[in-house]
Structure formats: structure tokens, C-alpha cells
């Protein structure tokens, strides 16, 4: 077979795992590099060294090139790329992370936890110490003007330098954000070099908030309701489509993001579950995914997706044409330098962590996106929002000496077609190994709690 000595390596990886292995290095050879580069595309005849978490070197693929005692992985011919990131999820306790790092997401981004993010940075501190298997983290708290409620731009302030003190990495606001508090924020987050993220507002003009300090947009459907003037749930009742969105005021948005170096998280994949569940949510419920999670959120799906609510045929009509309306926007602010970056919601109803990313990806394509950029949405760029917005420090989202050792190996050429990123062999997450038998094993295990769980 073409991979069949990864499980082999694999094991031996697992059973020198600790401080004197951290400094051994690993050798993954026999690849075709997607370094996700500009202007590179694919490098052949090289070889990719690891020592210590992070990608030491690329040399020729000879062994004369590797230390005497270094671990060899042959990747079988295969596509190397770098690990995907999902920078736009939620964290709920029951959510199994394993599942990220079987799907190649191997960096995640937490968009505002409902009951506090305390939980997820504990679990940030289970995965960095090797206790749990799942993706590195960044994230905040509560939401801004959602999960908590500020009116006075002090508190406000207070907040911000809260989230600091906690160690949470970013701000997030809410469509309702008051001005005065959005402007404090802002302020506040600069002084303790924070960025914000979030809707945009309904409550003031979006060209300040593009203009004034928002530095990621996390979802492209707030443009239909914020600018273009989609109608609000309790506007539906007179809704009837016939109001189409003046695609001319686009540029105008564009432009102020272009400016001000605004970053766009699309987020297509809520919208479109949305309509999945409204096609057939049998189908929805019977994905294969399923059976990795546990019972608590699939019948939370069940019960809460976005097909079950009043005036549905009115809704529908109105995702559609903000679907369209997303997918038009994505494409013109990507052609005009718009940093584009994959995120998914994920674990909002429907939207299954890890897998959605894919899903992501090919509705980039949809708009317009070649497959080298749809997965630099999902890598380099992703990489460069966390460098620039998140942590100066992080190289994520290449393959290059330097970068963080997140890595996925697949069978073909995801630039000749991006649904090949879904045939996953292996994926190395800070330097580990962990190949497509081991994952299955793990997640049949997983799958087995979570059936037992159910009967209980």
C-alpha cells in the first residue's frame, strides 16, 4: 500500500513521546511539498526535518541530509500541506477536539464562549502539556453586547483589561455594540494589544466601525444586514424578496477594508448547514460525523437548527439571497486584498468541528476562489490574521523552517481539486505524528463512550 509504514513510525513515535524526544529529530520523506508560498506551489525532491514541535529545516530528500538517529516517516509520495485553521468556533465542553486534529484543523480560534472561556483555556493548557489530543487555541470570553451586557464604556474598559489579565488572546463585540462602548473598547484593546473581532454594528454606521478600530469582520452575512439593509427576523412579515441588495455600494465597503486592513472571515458554512436542514434534515442527521459526538449535541441540533423556526419559507428566501450576496463579497474583497481566512461556527447546529473547514473551503471555490487560494484561506492566511491580530510570535500556515510543525499528509493534489484536503493520511500536530489507522482507533473508541453514554 501507498502509506502502509506511517502506522509503523507512528507507534515508535508514540513510545519515545517526552523531553528527550523533543529534541530528537524527525524526518518526513518521500513528499510532495504544497508550502503554501507564494509564487513555490509544489516542491519535489525535499524532505521536511522536525525537531522540537516546530519545522527545523526542508533539505534534499537524501539521506545524507538526515542525522544518523533521526525518525524517518516515508510519506508515501503523498501531498504535504500545511495543518488547516478554523478561525472562527465556540467552545462547549462536550465538543470532542479529537476530532479537529482527524479533519487536518490543527488551529483553532474561540469567537466567544457562552459560559466563559475558563474552560477552554484549561483545555488549551491539556493539549499544549500533551494530556489531550486536539488543536492549538486562541480565544476570548463572553461576547461583548451578547453574552454579557455592557452600556458604560468604562465597564467596558474594565472587561478588556480583564481579558488580558485571564490570558484570552482578543475582543469580541456583538451587531449591538453601543458606539460609545465599541470606541472604548477599541481603545482599551490598543492600550493592552488586543485586536477586536466581530459583527458589525446596526446601532451606528458600519463605514466607522471598518474605519475606526474593528479588525475582523467574523462573518460576511453581517454586510447583508448592516449595510445592504437585509431584513431582521422581525421584519420578515413583510419581507418578499423583491428587494435585491445594490451590489453597487459594495465597493465602498471593500475599499475601507482594504484601507484599514480589515480581515474577513466569510463563514459560509452556518448559512449554508441552515439550508441543508431545511432540504432534508434526516440527511443532515444521519452524517456519518455523527456518531463522534456526543448524544447531548445532536439532539441540541435537532431541536434548535434554523429550519424548525417560525416564517421558514421567508427565511429561506432571505438566506438565499444573502448567500448569494456573501459569496459575491467574499469574491470582489479576496481580488481586491481583502485577507480572507476560513472559519466555520463550528459547533453551532449542524456544523460539525473539524469537517466543516472542508465544507469552508469548497464554498470559497463557489465564489470564486482558485483551490490554491481557497487552502491559503485555510493556512498562509490564517497564519498571517493570528501573527497580525493575534500572537506576533506564531508562525502558522506554511511550510517553511521556523513554522510550527502542523502539518497534513493526503493522497493527491488538493491544487488541482480542494476536496482532495478531505483524503487525510496523517496529520502532525506541535511535532506529533499521528497517522489515519491511529485517528480511526482513537475515534472508534471515542464513538463507543459516546454510544454506551446514549444507553446509559
Known sequence: MKFENIAIVVILIKSLAGPAFAAQEIVIRNVQLVTMIEEENIVLGKAVIVEGGAIKAIVRDAPSEFADDAIIIDGGGGYLTPGLIDAHVHHYDPVPYLNYIANGVTTVIGLGQRDGGESFLALRNAINAGDEIGPGIYTTSKTIASHIDIEDPDEARAYVRSLKADGFDLVKIYNNTPKPVFDAVVDEARRNDLSVFGHLPRNFPVQYALSHGLDVVAHAEEFYFAYFGGPRDQQLADFDGSAIPDLSKMQEVIDLMVEHEVALIPDFTFT???????????????????????????????????????????????????????HELTRRASAAGVLIVTGTDAPERGVISGRSLHSE???????????????????????????????????????????????????????EDIRNMQAIEAVMTDGVWHDRQTLKMLRNDLAAQHQQAAGE
Open 272 to 326: 449554508f448547514v441552515t439550508m441543508k436542514f431545511w432540504d432534508d434534515e434526516d440527511a443532515v442527521l444521519a452524517d456519518p460525523e455523527i456518531k463522534y459526538w456526543p448524544a447531548i449535541a445532536y439532539e441540541s441540533w435537532k431541536e434548535n437548527n434554523g429550519a424548525r423556526r417560525d416564517q421558514i419559507g421567508k427565511r429561506m428566501l432571505r438566506d438565499r439571497i444573502k448567500y448569494n450576496l456573501m
Open 361 to 415: 473551503m469548497r464554498e470559497l471555490v463557489k465564489s470564486g476562489l482558485s483551490f490554491e487560494k481557497s487552502l491559503a484561506a485555510a493556512t498562509r492566511n490564517g497564519g498571517e490574521l493570528i501573527n497580525k491580530y493575534i500572537d506576533a510570535d506564531a508562525r502558522l500556515g506554511v511550510i517553511a523552517p521556523g513554522y510550527e510543525a502542523d502539518l497534513i499528509l493526503v493522497a493527491d493534489n488538493p491544487l
